[in-house]
């Protein structure tokens, strides 16, 4: 049950209608843990059960640690979250991949092996909501938090269904107090709430499945394409995974809204940042943030030397290449990513040592320089983000750097030239706030035919066959 399906609109309206009829706060938030529950569960009722027993157990654990003074204790109980969690995580997600990584080292080896896959369905989003449990608990055990008194007030911050299965990451800090908060009916939020779902919509249908059509020919066989067809497909998969996967943001935040909840934005115009570590500031926000405060603070962060902060740099980085999914390719992004900003740290010492280059580089041009040469970094990380293979992330390379013969892109390559310049104009008008102080004063007949026409585009514009989200698979 997707966003962009009828199957959605048909499950999320009467909920939305029900929800704002009744009277009573505690049927509403019955409401959407039952709705949750079967948002879930019209995927995978028993993997939707095995959601709300790990959620059970999380919440009891919680409660134990609260109620305790017992400095072994508080830590035994800790430690027996992160080890379930994580331990649910691993098997579902990466026990066939260690497997079959072990199966090939074995057989490198000249070792034969009876290792057979195992028949494990992966739950839709588990990466996200344990990280969400994760957090919860470890606040509780900081202090930075109470543990939640109410188990359908845990529950609801785990399953709701609109971050459930692609965030953003919840905190429990930020979403717990709200489940408790009477909620009143409000027209500027119910606007808010249908301009960030159209908006996702928009980007989900019109750009990401498009930019698809031109991604996908050239990853499968990538030898067969020419040099400008491969450039014009990674691309493609830069604006695809990015109106993809904010798009879905963009939906959940406009669901959340109007239902009367907030959930933090993800994404700020990434794509504009003008260095890596900056990218990573702009980029999947609920996740960089979640790295930064409970892997990498803890591992020291940067309160040591310099040799002491590029290692946890790295293995930081490598373990979130890791998180977005079971296969080397991911490893070696977040690998290539920690050390771009291992790099990164070393040019802005060189530059503070030298105030005219320094100055130089913040200079429009210099700027402009910095902007393009991060965005070239984060499109080759992307190669390897999008190829299952290394061989074909190696061919894709080569291709991109070495001029080769073959087929031009599938279909005609000016759509997604023409499809870089709307989201280009569409970064403009947002930074620049123009689009906010037109509509500001625009009356409302014509904004409501301006986002009709919004979604007739979307609708017209999306390929016959829709593609599954991204980070559905994470």
Same mark, same amino acid.
């Given at each position: 049950?997707?966003?962009?399906?009828?199957?959605?609109?048909?499950?999320?309206?009467?909920?939305?209608?029900?929800?704002?009829?009744?009277?009573?706060?505690?049927?509403?938030?019955?409401?959407?843990?039952?709705?949750?529950?079967?948002?879930?569960?019209?995927?995978?009722?028993?993997?939707?059960?095995?959601?709300?027993?790990?959620?059970?157990?999380?919440?009891?654990?919680?409660?134990?640690?609260?109620?305790?003074?017992?400095?072994?204790?508080?830590?035994?109980?800790?430690?027996?979250?992160?080890?379930?969690?994580?331990?649910?995580?691993?098997?579902?997600?990466?026990?066939?991949?260690?497997?079959?990584?072990?199966?090939?080292?074995?057989?490198?080896?000249?070792?034969?092996?009876?290792?057979?896959?195992?028949?494990?369905?992966?739950? !839709?989003?588990?990466?996200?909501?344990?990280?969400?449990?994760?957090?919860?608990?470890?606040?509780?055990?900081?202090?930075?938090?109470?543990?939640?008194?109410? $188990?359908?007030?845990?529950?609801?911050?785990?399953?709701?269904?609109?971050? $459930? !299965?692609?965030?953003?990451?919840?905190?429990?800090?930020?979403?717990?107090?709200?489940?408790?908060?009477?909620?009143?009916?409000?027209?500027?939020?119910?606007?808010?709430?249908?301009?960030?779902?159209?908006?996702?919509? #928009?980007?989900?249908?019109?750009?990401?499945?498009?930019?698809?059509?031109?991604?996908?020919?050239?990853?499968?066989?990538?030898?067969?394409?020419?040099?400008?067809?491969?450039?014009?497909?990674? $691309?493609?998969?830069?604006?695809?995974?990015?109106?993809?996967?904010?798009?879905?943001?963009?939906?959940?935040?406009?669901?959340?809204?109007?239902?009367? #909840?907030?959930?933090?934005?993800? #994404?700020?115009?990434?794509?504009?940042?003008?260095?890596?570590?900056?990218?990573?500031?702009?980029?999947?926000?609920?996740?960089?943030?979640?790295?930064?405060?409970?892997?990498?603070?803890?591992?020291?962060?940067?309160?040591?030397?310099?040799?002491?902060?590029?290692?946890?740099?790295?293995?930081?980085?490598?373990?979130?290449?890791?998180?977005?999914?079971?296969?080397?390719?991911?490893?070696?992004?977040?690998?290539?990513?920690?050390?771009?900003?291992?790099?990164?740290?070393?040019?802005?010492?060189?530059?503070?040592?030298?105030?005219?280059?320094?100055?130089?580089?913040?200079?429009?041009?210099?700027?402009?320089?910095?902007?393009?040469?991060?965005?070239?970094?984060?499109?080759?990380?992307?190669?390897? #983000?999008?190829?299952?293979?290394?061989?074909?992330?190696?061919?894709?390379?080569?291709?991109?750097? !070495?001029?080769?013969?073959?087929?031009?892109?599938?279909?005609?390559?000016?759509?997604?030239?023409?499809?870089?310049?709307?989201?280009? $104009?569409?970064?403009?008008?947002?930074?620049?706030?123009?689009?906010?102080?037109?509509?500001?004063?625009?009356?409302?007949?014509?904004?409501?035919?301006?986002?009709?026409?919004?979604?007739?585009?979307?609708?017209?514009?999306?390929?016959?066959?829709?593609?599954?989200?991204?980070?559905?698979?994470?």
């Amino acid at each position: 049950m997707t966003f962009c399906s009828a199957q959605f609109f048909a499950f999320f309206v009467p909920i939305f209608l029900v929800y704002w009829v009744l009277p009573w706060h505690h049927a509403r938030t019955a409401l959407l843990l039952g709705a949750s529950f079967y948002f879930y569960a019209s995927w995978n009722p028993l993997l939707a059960l095995l959601i709300c027993a790990s959620t059970t157990v999380d919440f009891f654990l919680a409660r134990g640690i609260a109620a305790s003074s017992n400095p072994r204790r508080r830590r035994l109980l800790l430690t027996i979250n992160i080890t379930g969690n994580l331990g649910l995580l691993c098997y579902f997600k990466y026990a066939n991949f260690f497997l079959d990584s072990l199966r090939q080292a074995l057989a490198a080896a000249g070792m034969e092996t009876a290792l057979r896959p195992l028949e494990v369905l992966l739950p !839709v989003g588990i990466s996200f909501y344990t990280f969400e449990a994760i957090n919860y608990m470890v606040d509780v055990y900081r202090g930075h938090v109470k543990a939640e008194r109410s $188990l359908p007030h845990f529950m609801l911050f785990i399953l709701f269904f609109p971050h $459930l !299965v692609a965030g953003p990451i919840v905190r429990a800090r930020d979403f717990l107090p709200q489940i408790g908060r009477r909620k009143r009916w409000s027209w500027p939020r119910m606007q808010v709430g249908m301009q960030f779902f159209l908006m996702g919509l #928009f980007k989900k249908l019109a750009i990401a499945d498009r930019m698809a059509q031109f991604v996908d020919p050239a990853f499968a066989d990538p030898a067969a394409f020419k040099t400008g067809a491969v450039w014009v497909a990674v $691309l493609a998969y830069a604006l695809q995974i990015y109106c993809d996967f904010s798009g879905y943001t963009d939906m959940a935040l406009g669901c959340a809204h109007l239902l009367g #909840f907030h959930l933090a934005r993800n #994404f700020d115009m990434p794509y504009l940042a003008t260095n890596i570590s900056e990218f990573w500031r702009r980029w999947h926000l609920s996740l960089s943030s979640w790295l930064r405060d409970y892997l990498f603070i803890p591992l020291g962060g940067s309160r040591g030397g310099t040799w002491q902060t590029c290692r946890n740099l790295m293995i930081t980085m490598t373990l979130g290449g890791l998180w977005h999914g079971a296969n080397w390719t991911f490893v070696a992004w977040g690998v290539l990513h920690g050390l771009l900003l291992v790099g990164h740290r070393g040019v802005r010492a060189v530059c503070e040592a030298r105030p005219a280059l320094d100055a130089a580089l913040r200079t429009a041009p210099g700027m402009l320089l910095r902007g393009g040469l991060t965005f070239l970094c984060v499109c080759v990380g992307w190669v390897f #983000f999008r190829a299952t293979t290394f061989s074909t992330a190696t061919e894709v390379l080569r291709r991109m750097f !070495v001029i080769e013969a073959g087929r031009s892109s599938a279909l005609h390559s000016m759509g997604m030239w023409y499809t870089v310049l709307f989201v280009a $104009l569409c970064h403009f008008v947002a930074v620049t706030g123009a689009w906010k102080r037109v509509s500001l004063r625009m009356p409302a007949p014509v904004l409501g035919c301006a986002y009709s026409l919004a979604l007739t585009f979307a609708l017209l514009l999306a390929p016959p066959t829709s593609k599954a989200f991204i980070y559905f698979q994470f």
